[in-house]
């Protein structure tokens, strides 16, 4: 399953699975929704000011809701490594993306 869905202006909280071998975090609102990527703009204690992050290959466990979790991987932020990371949301919508065949 893939994100299709996130509504602009949700509050995230970003947590690694592993970063420098300590666990990082980041508060970060989304900017935008594009074809297959979601931009944040995240700021964090590990880094001055804000910075953007783009999500890509973002892959659900199942329907997301507030307090799920999603794995990514991370690119376009100076401060975090093209690796995978774990985005626990604390609000917004999210849809699956595969359309469900309705049981009859």
Not at 35 to 50: H, Y
Not at 64 to 87: D, H, Q, T, W
Request: hydrophobic share 40%; aromatic share 6%; charged share 30%.
């Amino acid at each position: 399953m893939r994100l299709r869905e996130w509504v602009a202006g949700s509050a995230v909280l970003l947590t690694s699975l592993s970063f420098a071998g300590e666990e990082f975090r980041a508060s970060g609102i989304v900017e935008r929704i594009e074809p297959g990527r979601v931009v944040l703009n995240v700021s964090s204690d590990n880094c001055s000011g804000s910075h953007e992050l783009i999500l890509k290959d973002v892959r659900m466990e199942g329907v997301l809701s507030e307090g799920r979790k999603i794995f990514f991987r991370a690119s376009g932020n100076p401060c975090l490594e093209e690796e995978v990371y774990l985005l626990e949301v604390r609000s917004g919508v999210f849809e699956e993306a595969e359309d469900e065949q309705a049981e009859d």
